[in-house]
Nanobody
Framework: VQLQASGGGLEQVGGSRRLSCGISGRIASNYLMGWFRQAPGKEREFVAAINWSGGSTYDTDSVKGRFTISRDNAKNTVYLQMNNLKPEDTAVYYC??????????????????WGQGTLVTVSS
């Protein structure tokens, strides 16, 4: 499975940005998909996840009400819509995949495949 994250860039506080993660090499609907982020000097942290069908999502408290994860299995793509961006959202964002049919995973070690990351910088 290959994952390609894109959509990062420089954004102002309060702005919006949508990240995309293209999935190739396997059927996307077989995988739980997650977004993580890593700020300079910090550990990689969970942001959001969506199950294989898109019927179940979970996101961390710091992004609730601002970020939305979604997926389009026909396009083999997962999205992270980020609204009302804050300086503390500045990080490299990674998409990840795991071949599980049940449950949501929030720990990096629970995911088998990772994309290369895309940098989001929120400027005040």
């Amino acid at each position: 499975v290959q994952l390609q994250a894109s959509g990062g860039g420089l954004e102002q506080v309060g702005g919006s940005r949508r990240l995309s993660c293209g999935i190739s090499g396997r059927i996307a609907s077989n995988y739980l998909m997650g977004w993580f982020r890593q700020a300079p000097g910090k550990e990689r942290e969970f942001v959001a996840a969506i199950n294989w069908s898109g019927g179940s999502t979970y996101d961390t408290d710091s992004v609730k009400g601002r970020f939305t994860i979604s997926r389009d299995n026909a396009k083999n793509t997962v999205y992270l819509q980020m609204n009302n961006l804050k300086p503390e959202d500045t990080a490299v964002y990674y998409c990840a995949a795991d071949p599980r049919k049940n449950g949501i995973a929030t720990m990096p070690v629970q995911y088998d495949y990772w994309g290369q990351g895309t940098l989001v910088t929120v400027s005040s």
